[in-house]
């Protein structure tokens, strides 16, 4: 499961947490294999008074919404490489989201031409990456430079998503009101930002820019 560090991958594991507990999935190992989010692990259990009221009755109760019998946080890159050499079922969720970069590229390689396994797609995937592909289905992909069969199940999961939608977007812009001087939509892809920027002209809104490659724009 290719996952952001902060955030994501946290609300993943409390997720599996409480399904382990309801027993609604078998009780194999599962790993997570990204020394950043460790780290990042680590920081949110040092702040219970940011989580909301479910979490913090959790911890009442002396449970670890951040940690089960079966769950393994792994540092080092020898554990890491030793996941590689395993056979048996588990879990192992990785960075970066994207899989353009990280231990999660090494899982890739090691994993993706292997029937048996499936790929968790949990984020957005940018155009142009590893994980678009991935989201695609592309029958190959390379991965450091050799192409492979992509023979694992590819599972896709949107409702991870932390972005706001298209209509989130438009309510907050309209509460910032006409007064803006310029928009300027630099997240997503291309299709779906000029028709974000079409709408919100259509609004009355002026200013509204999908900024181009190499494009210059001067600020007064």
Known sequence: IPSFSLERTQLLVFILNQLFFEKKIPHIPVYVDSPLSVALTDIFKLHPDCFDAEVRNMIDQGQ???????????????????????EDPMVIISASGMCEGGRIVHHLR?????????????GYMAQHTLGRRLVERRRRVRIFGIE?????????????????DRDELIRYVEECG???????IVHGDEDQSLALAEHLKQKGFEGVVVPMPKQFIELD
């Open 64 to 86: 670890d919404p951040f940690g089960f019998r079966n769950l393994t946080y792994v540092r080092s890159v020898e554990e890491s490489m030793a996941l590689n050499g395993r």
């Open 110 to 122: 090691n994993n993706i031409e292997n029937p048996n396994n499936t790929i968790m797609i949990i």
């Open 148 to 164: 492979r069969d992509l023979n694992a199940r590819v599972e896709v999961i949107n409702s991870f998503s932390a972005h706001a």
């Open 178 to 184: 006409k007064q803006l001087k310029g928009i300027f």
